[in-house]
Structure formats: C-alpha cells, structure tokens
C-alpha cells in the first residue's frame, strides 16, 4: 500500500482534496493510505510516508520541508495549482503515484 502525505498551512483544504483522492483510488481499486497535515506537524510525520506533497500556498516552504525528509529519502513536491484549485484528485493521485514509482 502506498503512503501519501499531503501538507499545507494548517491542513484544512488539503483534508478536502484528500477525499477526492480517496474516491478516485477506491473507484481505480489503488489501495493507498492519504493524511493531511499542517506544516507544522510536517517532522512528526514524515518519516511514515513515501511521498509528501504540498499545497501551492506553501511552495516557498518546499526547500526546508525537503530537508527535513531527505535523510528518509522521501520527495516533497508541490502540488499543481490548477489541480489543487479545482480538487482534481485523480490527477494528484496519479502525481503522487508517479513520483512514488520514479524513487523506488
């Protein structure tokens, strides 16, 4: 099962796209576990995930937050803003899923 951590500022509208990525997996029959966190809780979970993607509206964070999980040789990308803005989670699914399989 593949992990997906989703971050943003404090969690709220990541949690939203979380569930169209749930339903979008379940319907493709993807088994994933998806979380969303605020960049504030990003070190205490980390370390339990394969990929952490990030809000557009915490983009500038991306440098700190990637080395926080470099020593877990996880990938934290940004997630695409038109994406993000229409909650489109197949194609985040599939984003995520892409660069899971890109650092295996």
């Known amino acids: 099962m593949n992990k997906i951590m989703l971050c ?6 990541t949690s939203m796209l979380v569930k169209k990525m749930e339903a979008a997996a379940k319907q493709q029959g993807i088994e ?18 394969e990929v952490v993607l990030i809000g557009p509206q915490v983009k500038y964070m991306k440098p700190d937050l990637q080395k926080l ?27 995520a899923l892409d660069l899971i399989n890109e650092h295996a």
């Open 32 to 49: 994933v576990q998806i979380d969303a966190f605020g960049a504030s809780e990003f070190s205490n979970h980390v370390a339990d995930y």
């Open 69 to 95: 999980a470099d020593p877990y040789g996880i990938t934290v990308e940004a997630i695409n803003m038109m994406d993000y803005g229409m909650q489109n989670g197949e194609k985040v699914l599939h984003f």
């Open 8 to 13: 943003c500022s404090a969690g709220m509208s």
